[in-house]
């Protein structure tokens, strides 16, 4: 009785303390309408101010998929990344791998800008001519990927983060991409903004969809086996046909 009472009491306490921390470093969740522009803004924002500027740069949007994913690993409070990035169908049903920033500071000061601000800054680390880096830049080489148009963003309150010793009542923020960047190439080729677009708009030196995004006809399960099945139906019941006016010729078939 008494061992049940005190983790009882323990489980009320991490409750109250959760609660009391929430309410004390208030942060968005990923359905949140203005965390959720921010995130789009900023990132796009920041793809559109490329030195030297980009030809080939999608404009990105959400993806609820990716930021459920974000969401998951930003509450384990781990500075690192998430282990099955590269494992197909585990963080995303359509893209393998799945690119990953991470940013963790202190809750007080936490901001998409600040955050996005501090993986762009790295710009001064790389080199784009002989796309080398001097010191830490895969966020920002990850932040400006041409070919990553997806982004799924979340900010999560830790009272520790592993990996990271000193801080304490951080906010722990982690934004996956599709597809992924960060390949032993450019992040991007330069040129005038958006002429290597195919049939995109161009917004604000970006093309605006890409060609995965583009509107198509579609089939699912139950429409492709109608396709298949349905000429074999007909074969059969041509022969069947044939068969039984071999067999009785006087039979005649009327519509």
């Known amino acids: 009785m008494k061992i049940t009472f005190f983790f009882a009491a323990l489980f009320l306490l991490d409750f109250f303390a959760c609660c009391h921390a929430y309410l004390q470093y208030p942060l968005p969740d990923i359905e949140d309408a203005k965390f959720i522009e921010d995130?789009?803004?900023?990132?796009?924002?920041?793809?559109?101010?490329?030195?030297?500027?980009?030809?080939?740069?999608?404009?990105m949007s959400w993806d609820a998929a990716l930021a459920k994913t974000a969401k998951?690993?930003?509450?384990?409070?781990?500075?690192?990344?998430?282990?099955?990035?590269?494992?197909?169908?585990?963080?995303?049903?359509?893209?393998?791998?799945?690119?990953?920033?991470?940013?963790t500071g202190t809750a007080t000061i936490f901001s998409v800008?600040?955050?996005?601000?501090?993986?762009f800054n790295e710009v001064s680390s790389y080199d784009f001519n002989t796309n080398r880096c001097t010191g830490m830049c895969g966020h920002y080489t990850?932040?400006?990927?041409?070919?990553?148009?997806?982004?799924?963003?979340a900010v999560h309150f830790c009272n520790k983060v592993e990996n990271f010793p000193g801080l304490i009542k951080a906010a722990?923020?982690?934004?996956?991409?599709?597809?992924?960047?960060?390949?032993?190439?450019?992040?991007?080729?330069?040129?005038?903004?958006?002429?290597?677009?195919?049939?995109?708009k161009c917004i604000d030196k970006l093309c605006d969809i890409p060609p995965a995004e583009h509107p198509?006809?579609?089939?699912?399960?139950?429409?492709?086996?109608?396709?298949?099945?349905?000429?074999?139906?007909?074969?059969?019941?041509?022969?069947?046909?044939?068969?039984?006016?071999?067999?009785?010729?006087?039979?005649?078939?009327?519509?």
């Open 172 to 200: 722990h923020f982690v934004c996956d991409y599709g597809p992924a960047g960060n390949y032993p190439r450019k992040p991007y080729e330069a040129g005038r903004p958006c002429s290597r677009c195919s049939n995109e």
């Open 216 to 255: 198509r006809p579609s089939c699912d399960q139950y429409c492709l086996s109608v396709l298949i099945l349905r000429p074999l139906v007909l074969v059969l019941s041509a022969g069947a046909v044939l068969l039984i006016q071999q067999g009785f010729p006087h039979t005649f078939f009327y519509e």
């Open 72 to 103: 998951a690993w930003a509450k384990k409070c781990k500075f690192k990344h998430n282990n099955y990035l590269k494992v197909p169908g585990k963080v995303h049903p359509t893209f393998t791998p799945v690119g990953e920033n991470i940013w």
């Open 142 to 153: 990850q932040v400006v990927w041409a070919e990553s148009y997806k982004v799924g963003c």
């Open 39 to 59: 995130c789009v803004r900023a990132h796009n924002t920041f793809r559109s101010k490329v030195n030297p500027p980009a030809s080939n740069m999608f404009r």
């Open 113 to 119: 800008d600040a955050a996005l601000s501090d993986w």
